[in-house]
């Protein structure tokens, strides 16, 4: 079974950057659609950014600009780069991988990371 490990959470300041990486137990063949997720205290967890296996990539409304996904095909690890943080943006944060086919010809419909605390705060 692939699993998802996530790291780089943490607490920073208003305006400050964290790189977040979420990193495959297993190498990744294939797959629909690889990225974050975020959930808040009292909150629906929410997309943040994806990347499709053709780099495609798609980002909430509210972190456009502010956040960078990319993709190490190597490493078999997805990066959510976050710049210019605000304390709305606290939250656990979430990897995700849908619709994958590992190395052993294995699919996954979808696999959740353990998720990485995200804290903006002065």
């Known amino acids: 079974q692939v699993q998802l490990a996530e790291s780089g959470g943490g607490l920073v300041q208003p305006g400050g950057s964290l790189k977040l990486s979420c990193a495959a137990s297993?190498?990744?063949?294939?797959?629909?659609?690889w990225g974050w997720y975020r959930q808040a205290p009292g909150k629906q967890r929410e997309l943040v950014a994806t990347i499709a296996f053709g780099e495609r990539m798609n980002y909430a409304d509210s972190v456009k600009g502010r956040f960078t996904i990319s993709r190490d095909n190597a490493n078999n690890t997805v990066y959510l780069q976050m710049v210019s943080l605000k304390p709305e943006d606290t939250a656990v944060y979430y990897c995700?991988?849908?619709?994958?086919?590992?190395?052993?010809?294995?699919?996954?419909?979808?696999?959740w990371g353990r998720g990485t605390q995200v804290t903006v705060s002065s």
């Open positions: 995700n991988l849908n619709g994958a086919i590992d190395s052993g010809h294995d699919y996954y419909y979808a696999v």
């Open positions: 297993r190498s990744i063949f294939a797959f629909n659609d």
